[in-house]
């Protein structure tokens, strides 16, 4: 899930502490990190990358993305994030099935510190549980994987009665789950990178 790092449209609490241009350059190293770590795994067979882009027509999408040497896009279009990652999942359904792929991750563009273990470690978590949650320091979560089984039929599950942008998106997410059978599991807590604070706090 990336944002086109656009000029005071991106990194908004960012641009108040180091201005508009410092955060979208901030945006744009951080994509091309996230991208860089992905690519690495894809190089292997081991993922397929789909980038979901919010922020620009489809004519500088597939600019931008020719440019990250990735092949494969779709807009995020409206609504809230749980919204946009449900049309990624119902957009992909094909592709995956027609890969033989079960399983989708999705990871923001947020996160300095993400490295090709990360993504491992999730593909091997994801053998033995339906549901896998990276938490973020500020109360929601840097990569949630979907197992076949979620996907299959209940995809709104972790997408619903959620409210996006506060400090309870993980619990809520977690509270979703509560009532059902499904195996979840946690990875190490990472830093999302959206205030000066957050950027101090990783020295």
């Known amino acids: 899930m990336a944002k086109w ?11 108040k502490d180091i201005g ?10 951080m994509t091309k990190h996230t991208i860089s770590v992905a690519k690495f795994l894809q190089e292997n ?3 397929d990358i ?8 489809i004519g500088n999408c597939k600019r931008w993305t020719r440019e990250l040497g990735i092949k494969k896009f779709n807009l995020q279009g409206k609504g809230c994030l749980g919204e946009k990652m449900k049309r990624q999942i119902i957009i992909n359904k094909k592709f995956c099935a027609r890969h033989k792929i079960k ?9 300095p510190d993400l490295c090709h273990q990360d993504l491992l470690i999730t593909l091997k978590e994801l053998q033995q549980n339906d549901l896998i949650l990276g938490p973020s320091n500020d109360g929601g979560y ?3 994987g979907l197992s076949e089984k979620i996907m299959s039929s209940h995809i709104y599950l972790p997408f619903i ?3 996006w942008g506060t400090e309870n998106v993980l619990q809520n997410t977690i509270d979703n789950f509560a009532t059902t059978k499904f195996k979840y599991k946690f990875l190490d807590k990472k830093i999302d990178i959206d205030t000066i ?6 020295k």
Request: net charge positive; aromatic share 6%.
């Open 50 to 57: 789909s980038i979901a882009i919010s922020g620009l027509g």
């Open 45 to 47: 067979k081991l993922i």
């Open 103 to 111: 399983n989708i991750i999705f990871i923001g563009t947020d996160l």
């Open 5 to 15: 790092h656009a000029f005071g449209r991106c990194k908004t609490r960012l641009s």
């Open 142 to 144: 840097w990569l949630i």
């Open 197 to 202: 604070i957050d950027i101090e706090n990783r």
């Open 20 to 29: 508009k241009s410092n955060s979208a350059k901030v945006q744009s190293v």
């Open 161 to 163: 009665n959620i409210k």
